[in-house]
């Protein structure tokens, strides 16, 4: 059979990861790994990580980043930019090359990217403009660069995003005459105020003729205080500025994101505080997802390095023994073990493309069904929530013509469905609100652990600083991103909310049946467990929904965290694994398009299929574990559990031949060629 030649190259991921026809995104990747690997590695190479202070040869990355043409990725083409169109799929693939090699240096990137964030989610034309033209690098002048200010400096006060200590006030008001605020907010961890011209922060309502909260935008030349603070000491993500900043300043009410009306004598804030984070947060959650995932495909070829030279250059072998040549890699569990991280790895970097692409997709839907629902006269967060209701059975309807061949579907049903932007928004939506929080959950947290598998292969080299490909640091950083733009158990609440909608469990059930096909066409990749695993995931479900406990206290409720989180634990890695799938199954029907692809295409598509194999059978398993603890954890004294029983059972049937895969991907690492030395400083 044939096996992997060569570690997959940018032709490769290009059509696993649907980007293989966009040129800008091809060429934003180059820019984005020139910088990673030459100044970024250079400076950890240096040490330039043990400072907690931003220091000149830091400073010297927002230049590099100019240069490279990173800044300027946000931006649409009016404004400065190169992109046109959404851009989610291209921060995520920035994020990725970048945490390649450090993380903190992808933060220092998508910082400003997060300032900008609120004005082009919910900001009126006149401020997207003004503010994302200043943030465009210029021959003739420097760049604004901004800081996000949500959190509060005191402890445990801004953990819930609900509650803010920063005030703002009507400092006057005159006839006639714009309205000046007075704005007060001390910031904590506020990544970006080393060098940031402008803030947009979060502040609350302290005046009775003010109606709500809001984001205000802050500059630097505002009148009063704007004080960058103090640098935050930090473990990780040293080549990022964090500070804790203090605001004080007078500000006109143009600043409020989204604009403002002035109803009975009161500034009524077009969007609150909350508004405009839930729209920013839904997004720059996926980027983040996938910088611990870089970490984890980063890792794979500084590891088989380790195992091949581990016994070189001392008396333990002779050149062209065994030993010599395979090292570690002589013995099973060592690629073994590797194999399973790779594994992880794909499934994490397929899920957060996956809904990086499908918020490219959702962005130009919600502008699109915005503008219908306002030709309607609908408005507002509360009408806009009533008319989507009303569209549900149709957006099912249209989840369900999804997964119907296209030459088997009723393609001018199918057509006006997808025309009405109503019920299309409510259909992506319904998957994007599962999708985003599932890869920041599980790429972050479940990554973190993965990560650890990594450093303890480099077993005797011992974890230190300087071990190759610096996955030291990574660990250390991944730790982090598991808390970054909201912690775990935010996550997993919004994920138990999102997966109970009836369309996305229309989706759960397609999903199923898609596997099962696969299964059918493929049954080397592993599409039997995904769909068993989902199949007893959904049965577990639906029984929590049905049933009480004891007390007659319903299982499956909002505020019962401890039926609802292992569950939503649970699916992530199923709906991973089975984008994973998907991806290989690209490749292989893509592949003999690409004549550099071509040559290898065999051994890449046996090769990934294995991985995927392994992947579904760790994320069935686990499934399976969580779903028996719930449901015989739970269940009713004399309930029926002979469904659930056999559901388990037909998962661990489908693991049938997963073990050959773990071991015929373990020996291909063995031999896979690579290159003579990492492409960036140890």
Same mark, same amino acid.
């Given at each position: 059979?044939?096996?992997?030649?060569?570690?997959?190259?940018?032709?490769?991921?290009?059509?696993?990861?649907?980007?293989?026809?966009?040129?800008?995104?091809?060429?934003?990747?180059?820019?984005?790994?020139?910088?990673?690997?030459?100044?970024?590695?250079?400076?950890?190479?240096?040490?330039?990580?043990?400072?907690?202070?931003?220091?000149?040869?830091?400073?010297?990355?927002?230049?590099?980043?100019?240069?490279?043409?990173?800044?300027?990725?946000?931006?649409?083409?009016?404004?400065?930019g190169f992109i046109e169109g959404p851009k989610n799929m291209a921060l995520s693939l920035v994020a990725f090359e970048l945490s390649w090699v450090d993380a903190g240096a992808a933060t220092c990137s998508l910082a400003n990217n997060?300032?900008?964030?609120?004005?082009?989610?919910?900001?009126?034309?006149?401020?997207?403009?003004?503010?994302?033209?200043?943030?465009?690098?210029?021959?003739?002048?420097?760049?604004?660069?901004?800081?996000?200010?949500?959190?509060?400096?005191?402890?445990?006060?801004?953990?819930?995003?609900?509650?803010?200590?920063?005030?703002?006030?009507?400092?006057?008001?005159?006839?006639?005459?714009?309205?000046?605020?007075?704005?007060?907010?001390?910031?904590?961890?506020?990544?970006?105020?080393?060098?940031?011209?402008?803030?947009?922060?979060?502040?609350?309502?302290?005046?009775?003729?003010?109606?709500?909260?809001?984001?205000?935008?802050?500059?630097?030349?505002d009148p009063g205080l704007f004080d960058r603070g103090a640098p935050t000491l930090k473990m990780v993500h040293q080549l990022s500025s964090t500070r804790d900043p203090v605001f004080n300043l007078k500000v006109p009410a143009s600043?409020?994101?989204?604009?403002?009306?002035?109803?009975?004598?009161?500034?009524?804030?077009?969007?609150?505080?909350?508004?405009?984070?839930?729209?920013?947060?839904?997004?720059?959650?996926?980027?983040?997802?996938?910088?611990?995932?870089?970490?984890?495909?980063?890792?794979?070829?500084?590891?088989?390095?380790?195992?091949?030279?581990?016994?070189?250059?001392?008396?333990?072998?002779?050149?062209?023994?065994?030993?010599?040549?395979?090292?570690?890699?002589?013995?099973?569990?060592?690629?073994?073990?590797?194999?399973?991280?790779?594994?992880?790895?794909?499934?994490?970097?397929?899920?957060?493309?996956?809904?990086?692409?499908?918020?490219?997709?959702?962005?130009?839907?919600?502008?699109?069904?915005?503008?219908?629902?306002?030709?309607?006269?609908?408005?507002?967060?509360?009408?806009?929530m009533t008319a989507l209701k009303k569209v549900q059975p149709e957006a099912i309807e249209y989840v369900n013509l999804l997964f119907v061949p296209e030459q088997e579907r009723d393609a001018a049903r199918f057509a006006a469905l997808?025309?009405?932007?109503?019920?299309?928004?409510?259909?992506?939506?319904?998957?994007?609100?599962?999708?985003?929080?599932?890869?920041?959950?599980?790429?972050?947290?479940?990554?973190?652990?993965?990560?650890?598998?990594?450093?303890?292969?480099?077993?005797?080299?011992?974890?230190?600083?300087?071990?190759?490909?610096?996955?030291?640091?990574?660990?250390?950083?991944?730790?982090?991103?598991?808390?970054?733009?909201?912690?775990?158990?935010?996550?997993?609440?919004?994920?138990?909310?999102?997966?109970?909608?009836?369309?996305?469990?229309?989706?759960?059930?397609?999903?199923?049946?898609?596997?099962?096909? *696969?299964? #059918? !066409?493929?049954?080397?990749? &592993? %599409? =039997?467990?995904?769909? $068993? +695993?989902?199949? @007893?995931?959904?049965?577990?479900?639906?029984?929590?929904?049905?049933?009480?406990?004891?007390?007659?206290?319903?299982?499956?409720?909002?505020?019962?965290?401890?039926?609802?989180?292992?569950?939503?634990?649970?699916?992530?890695?199923?709906?991973?694994?089975?984008?994973?799938?998907?991806?290989?199954?690209?490749?292989?029907?893509?592949?003999?398009?690409?004549?550099?692809?071509?040559?290898?295409?065999?051994?890449?598509?046996?090769?990934?299929?294995?991985?995927?194999?392994?992947?579904?059978?760790?994320?069935?398993?686990?499934?399976?574990?969580?779903?028996?603890?719930?449901?015989?954890?739970?269940?009713?004294?004399?309930?029926?559990?002979?469904?659930?029983?056999?559901?388990?059972?037909? *998962?661990? #049937? !489908?693991?049938?031949?997963? &073990? %050959? =895969?773990?071991?015929? $991907? +373990?020996?291909? @690492?063995?031999?896979?060629?690579?290159?003579?030395?990492?492409?960036?400083?140890?």
């Amino acid at each position: 059979m044939e096996t992997l030649r060569t570690l997959p190259g940018d032709d490769v991921r290009q059509i696993m990861w649907r980007y293989a026809d966009r040129f800008d995104l091809q060429m934003a990747v180059q820019s984005a790994r020139s910088v990673a690997r030459g100044v970024v590695a250079r400076m950890v190479a240096d040490g330039v990580r043990h400072s907690h202070e931003w220091t000149e040869q830091k400073d010297s990355l927002l230049k590099t980043f100019d240069e490279a043409g990173i800044t300027a990725v946000f931006l649409d083409p009016h404004q400065g930019g190169f992109i046109e169109g959404p851009k989610n799929m291209a921060l995520s693939l920035v994020a990725f090359e970048l945490s390649w090699v450090d993380a903190g240096a992808a933060t220092c990137s998508l910082a400003n990217n997060l300032a900008l964030s609120p004005i082009h989610e919910r900001g009126t034309t006149e401020q997207r403009d003004h503010y994302m033209t200043l943030c465009a690098p210029a021959p003739d002048r420097a760049p604004w660069r901004g800081a996000f200010a949500l959190t509060e400096p005191i402890p445990y006060v801004g953990v819930d995003t609900g509650v803010l200590t920063g005030k703002v006030r009507v400092d006057s008001w005159e006839e006639g005459q714009e309205p000046i605020l007075h704005v007060e907010k001390r910031g904590r961890f506020i990544t970006g105020m080393d060098f940031a011209n402008y803030a947009t922060a979060a502040v609350d309502t302290a005046d009775p003729r003010i109606k709500s909260s809001c984001i205000i935008i802050l500059e630097e030349t505002d009148p009063g205080l704007f004080d960058r603070g103090a640098p935050t000491l930090k473990m990780v993500h040293q080549l990022s500025s964090t500070r804790d900043p203090v605001f004080n300043l007078k500000v006109p009410a143009s600043r409020i994101v989204g604009g403002y009306t002035v109803k009975d004598g009161c500034i009524v804030p077009n969007y609150s505080h909350s508004e405009v984070i839930a729209a920013v947060f839904h997004r720059t959650r996926v980027p983040v997802a996938l910088m611990t995932t870089a970490k984890l495909l980063s890792a794979v070829e500084p590891v088989i390095r380790y195992q091949r030279g581990r016994f070189r250059g001392g008396d333990a072998c002779e050149a062209g023994s065994a030993k010599f040549e395979l090292g570690l890699q002589q013995k099973q569990d060592a690629v073994i073990r590797l194999a399973e991280v790779w594994a992880a790895g794909e499934a994490g970097a397929s899920l957060g493309f996956a809904t990086a692409r499908l918020f490219d997709q959702l962005d130009p839907t919600e502008k699109a069904k915005d503008a219908a629902l306002a030709a309607k006269g609908v408005s507002g967060a509360r009408g806009q929530m009533t008319a989507l209701k009303k569209v549900q059975p149709e957006a099912i309807e249209y989840v369900n013509l999804l997964f119907v061949p296209e030459q088997e579907r009723d393609a001018a049903r199918f057509a006006a469905l997808d025309a009405d932007p109503v019920v299309k928004y409510q259909a992506l939506e319904a998957e994007a609100g599962v999708l985003c929080p599932a890869c920041k959950l599980w790429n972050t947290g479940h990554g973190a652990t993965v990560m650890r598998e990594a450093v303890a292969m480099m077993g005797g080299y011992g974890i230190t600083e300087d071990c190759p490909g610096f996955l030291f640091h990574k660990w250390n950083d991944s730790q982090l991103e598991a808390t970054y733009e909201g912690p775990e158990c935010v996550q997993r609440r919004q994920m138990s909310i999102t997966m109970a909608s009836d369309i996305f469990l229309a989706y759960v059930d397609n999903y199923i049946a898609e596997m099962e096909r *696969v299964a #059918a !066409s493929n049954p080397e990749t &592993g %599409a =039997a467990s995904v769909a $068993a +695993g989902l199949t @007893l995931w959904k049965h577990t479900f639906d029984f929590l929904s049905a049933n009480k406990d004891a007390d007659g206290k319903k299982l499956y409720h909002s505020n019962r965290q401890a039926v609802t989180f292992p569950l939503a634990d649970a699916l992530c890695p199923l709906i991973a694994t089975r984008l994973q799938i998907l991806d290989v199954l690209e490749l292989a029907a893509k592949g003999p398009e690409n004549p550099v692809v071509a040559e290898g295409l065999e051994g890449y598509v046996a090769f990934f299929s294995d991985l995927a194999r392994v992947q579904a059978a760790k994320a069935a398993g686990e499934a399976a574990k969580a779903c028996a603890s719930l449901v015989y954890g739970y269940a009713p004294a004399g309930a029926d559990l002979t469904a659930f029983a056999g559901l388990r059972a037909a *998962v661990d #049937a !489908s693991l049938a031949g997963c &073990g %050959a =895969a773990r071991e015929r $991907a +373990g020996q291909a @690492l063995t031999q896979v060629m690579i290159p003579e030395a990492l492409d960036y400083p140890m």
